[in-house]
């Protein structure tokens, strides 16, 4: 009985301090990613025209702050700007739009304006290779009136 009520101590006090432990390791960045160490390599990468390289090191700090609005915003523009994934942008975007809290109605209004270009030219990517899709115009017979 002693020894399975130190065992069961012991088992507590183990799974105890991997909670914690793992409750430390996660790092919450959300409101310093500009200064995260992550975020600074893929403004590098952006400078330095390696776009898909600081795609990639934005989207690995979303498990560091996946409710960030600026990674989402930075994220469209680097996507829409440099990457040329219009779908991507406009889903980042819009993830922008409903996590800023504190944009003015001038900057969501720029935002919506972005999206709405981005979704033309998403249209307009699907057309132009599928032209099968465009409707062919119709011939109006005057002649038999």
Do not use: W
């Not at 909670?19 to 990613?33: H, K, M, P, T």
């Not at 893929?42 to 600026?70: G, I, M, T, V």
Request: net charge negative.
């Amino acid at each position: 009985m002693l020894k399975k009520t130190i065992r069961t101590v012991l088992m507590t006090a183990v799974a105890s301090g991997a909670l914690v432990f793992a409750a430390g390791c996660s790092e919450d960045i959300e409101g310093n990613e500009q200064t995260h160490p992550t975020y600074v390599k893929a403004k590098q990468a952006r400078e330095a025209a390696k776009y898909q390289d600081a795609a990639d090191l934005l989207n690995d700090l979303f498990s560091k702050a996946p409710n960030s609005a600026f990674l989402h915003r930075e994220l469209a523009q680097l996507y829409g700007d440099n990457l040329y994934d219009f779908n991507r942008a406009i889903y980042h975007y819009e993830r922008h739009l409903e996590l800023a809290k504190t944009l003015s109605e001038e900057d969501k209004s720029a935002v919506r304006s972005y999206i709405e270009a981005y979704r033309k030219k998403v249209a307009e990517d699907v057309i132009r290779s599928n032209p099968q899709m465009v409707p062919k115009p119709e011939v109006i017979d005057n002649s038999a009136a």
